[in-house]
């Protein structure tokens, strides 16, 4: 059965490091998305993309967040200069968008831990 | 932005009890979801609802829509241990932005 994955499923950076997540939507999904989960807490919305477009963002998303898609199949999240806030599990999501009326059904990746020393 | 409230944030059972979970809306929503997330695990994507008073069934599990479409609960029947983790109700703005809930924990003793 198709998933999402995600690279690295652990990264430690430094304080005003940038890092990269890196997520491999399922490949017929059009809308892919990007969520934070701090430890204990509830999944937070940071930003959903469509063709080649950021769609909607967060107030989270703020300057310090990028994503991109570079190739038909690498969809990624940057963040610039990691804060110490930062650190959290961060999910990838795909959605397919085609098909029966109502069909949302995102699908997760397992997440990349981020920890921000 | 909207919120959506979720209660119990925490519940033990026995196994063999029921356990339900509610979520309410500040908004009347365009469709509600559900995900389950195992400890450790990623959120994992349960129903849909989009009808007002929507009713639908996974086997012990039975799903409700408000009929004013901004509350909904789920209903877990006779628990077992495989049904622990965090079940998290999800509004869907339209534009399928979720906004999810802060979760329940359930927990179920053997």
């Known amino acids: 059965e198709p998933e999402v994955t995600q690279t690295p499923s652990h990264q430690v950076t430094q304080m005003g490091q940038e890092v990269i997540l890196r997520c491999v939507p399922i490949s017929n999904h059009l809308y892919f998305y990007w969520y934070r989960q701090i430890l204990g807490q509830k999944v937070e919305f940071l930003v959903s993309?469509?063709?080649?477009?950021?769609?909607?963002k967060s107030e989270i998303f703020d300057d310090q967040f990028s994503v991109e898609r570079p190739d038909g199949s690498n969809f990624t999240l940057k963040i610039r200069s990691t804060k110490l806030e930062d650190s959290a599990m961060y999910f990838c999501?795909?959605?397919?968008?085609?098909?029966?009326?109502?069909?949302?059904?995102?699908?997760f990746g397992p997440g990349t831990r981020l920890t921000v020393l | 932005g909207q919120q959506v409230m979720q209660i119990p944030q925490y519940q033990h059972v026995q196994e063999g009890e029921d356990f339900t979970t509610y979520c309410n809306s500040s908004t009347t929503l365009s469709n509600i979801q559900w995900y389950k997330q195992r400890p450790g695990g990623h959120p994992v994507f349960l129903i849909q609802l989009v009808k007002s008073g929507e009713v639908k069934k996974q086997k012990r599990l039975t799903f409700q829509f408000g009929e004013a479409k901004k509350n909904s609960s789920l209903h877990i029947t006779a628990t077992q241990t495989t049904d622990v983790g965090t079940y998290f109700c999800a509004a869907d703005s339209g534009y399928s932005t979720l906004t999810f809930g802060k979760g329940t924990m359930l927990l179920v003793s053997p």
């Open positions: 993309f469509y063709n080649n477009e950021i769609s909607e």
């Open positions: 999501a795909s959605r397919k968008g085609t098909g029966p009326i109502g069909n949302n059904e995102q699908f």
